[in-house]
């Protein structure tokens, strides 16, 4: 990406201290959305990273996932599937319980959401310890789906989050990349 569009993503991020509790810099991607150059030029360099990789489901984790999964996947030409927190879903799930940076909860997919061999990218706002996508790619790995990579919007590095997408042999594609917790 050109320095320009980096600064312009950067700029509309705002980093909030000691929220959700002391210790943690949130990263908010609202004002990101609130940006309409921002969030488009955001959609569109996933949508780049992934178009024409016969790509045929996004998975987007609630609830920051969808707003970049949904028009990831309508760009590619792939179907969306939402990963939802606990009781949100009408027909029958596979569930994974993770940790977050700043607790614990358990996310689930619909069992015929993805078919097996079916090649899927998992799309979020932003990469911390890597819990959120590592259950992720496992409810998609349950269903024998192929994950050929996890984009985010925004990796901080210093939780060491892709180890956990190494493990699992998952490729990471991050916009941008913040120093801190
Ligand atoms: O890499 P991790 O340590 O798992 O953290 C990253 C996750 O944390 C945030 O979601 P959160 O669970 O706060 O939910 P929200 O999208 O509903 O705000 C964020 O949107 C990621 O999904
Ligand atoms: N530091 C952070 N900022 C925003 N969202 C997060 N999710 C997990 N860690 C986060």
Redesign the pocket.
Known sequence: MDSATLKLLTDSIKSIEDYPKAGITFRDITSLIENAAAFAKTVELLAEHYKGKGIDKVVG?????FIFGAPVAAAIGAGFVPARKPGKLPRATVVQVYD??YGT?MLQIHKDSILPGEKVVVI??????????EATIKLIHELKGDVVGAGVVIELPELN?KAKLDAQNVELFSLIQFEGE
Not at 61 to 65: S, V, Y
Not at 124 to 133: H, I, K, P, R, S
């Open positions: 984790t609630e609830a920051r996932g977050l940076e909860d979020d706002d932003l990469l911390a310890t890597g819990g959120t996508l989050g």
